[in-house]
């Protein structure tokens, strides 16, 4: 089990009441932090902040199931100017959209403010459940939704997440309001610690290949060698050289068993550049 016993701050991806802060919330309650809880704006202020103060953990999302991987977790993670900044646990999310309200009836709403793109993945509830003629006004922000119901009557309601109805005081008129009933996001805890090997592991990297023929296959054929199984695998521009990729693997396993290791001392023999990721128990999808 990790220790955060020293633990100062644990800061994540903005705004209030995101999806994000309910996957705070879970590592807190997981691992027993009980350190401030600071928002970002965004991704990258959220990593500079946790490379630039020890004792201190991040939150972020990694990988959404419909929109893929967070490019830009991954590309802040891989330049940290500490290097043992590292993914420490994972947690997948469910995406549940709540019809929020100061009142508790449902039928009475003719109404909604909401930010456009939560609207827009609430289609089909907006047209089947609702009124015809629901006024639809919209906001800038989720937070700024809740908070505008204070100047409408009762028949206005939001849209937002559980954690929104928790913080503004809002009552959870009707759940998983999403079209798209499979909608969830993994999420990351970061930091400058060591996790124990567990048995049910994987391990994540990024690494370039030498320009040259057969380079990158020399690179996989390491880990078949090695009978060790690929779960994921990517590639994206490297931001430094047009041309130029940086491929980011998940694989199974732990960094603390030997052949891990070896693998891992072969890939760098191999490779132009490789940056470790971290080693972190393996999280469980949620299944609708």
Do not use: W
Request: net charge negative; aromatic share 10%.
């Amino acid at each position: 089990m990790l220790n955060f016993e020293n633990i100062e701050t644990i800061c994540y991806l903005g705004p209030q009441s995101s999806f994000t802060e309910m996957a705070k919330d879970y590592f807190c309650d997981k691992y027993k932090i009980n350190s401030f809880s600071k928002g970002f704006d965004t991704i990258d202020q959220v990593i500079e902040y946790v490379d630039n103060n020890p004792d201190t953990l991040g939150v972020l999302p990694a990988e959404n199931s419909i929109k893929g991987t967070v490019r830009e977790t991954l590309d802040n993670l891989m330049v940290t100017k500490n290097p043992n900044i590292k993914i420490l646990a994972e947690y997948y999310q469910p995406i549940n959209y709540c019809l929020l309200s100061r009142t508790t009836e449902i039928y009475s709403i003719t109404g909604i403010i909401s930010p456009p793109e939560l609207i827009s993945k609430c289609r089909n509830f907006i047209k089947n459940d609702m009124p015809f003629n629901t006024n639809i006004i919209e906001s800038a922000s989720v937070p700024e939704a809740a908070r505008n119901l204070q100047n409408y009557n009762l028949t206005y309601a939001s849209i937002g997440s559980p954690k929104t109805a928790e913080i503004f005081n809002l009552n959870i008129l009707k759940e998983n309001l999403n079209d798209n009933k499979n909608d969830q996001t993994r999420y990351i805890l970061i930091g400058d610690f060591e996790t124990e090997e567990t048995g049910n592991d994987k391990t994540s990297i990024a690494f370039s290949a030498i320009d040259k023929p057969g380079a990158l296959l020399n690179i996989l054929n390491i880990f078949m060698k090695n009978n060790i199984n690929l779960t994921y695998i990517a590639s994206h521009p490297s931001n430094q050289k047009f041309g130029e990729y940086i491929f980011t693997v998940t694989f199974d396993g732990h960094l603390h068993n030997p052949l891990i290791m070896k693998t891992l001392k072969e890939i760098k023999e191999n490779a132009k550049y490789m940056r470790f990721l971290g080693s972190y128990k393996r999280g469980k999808p949620h299944i609708a």
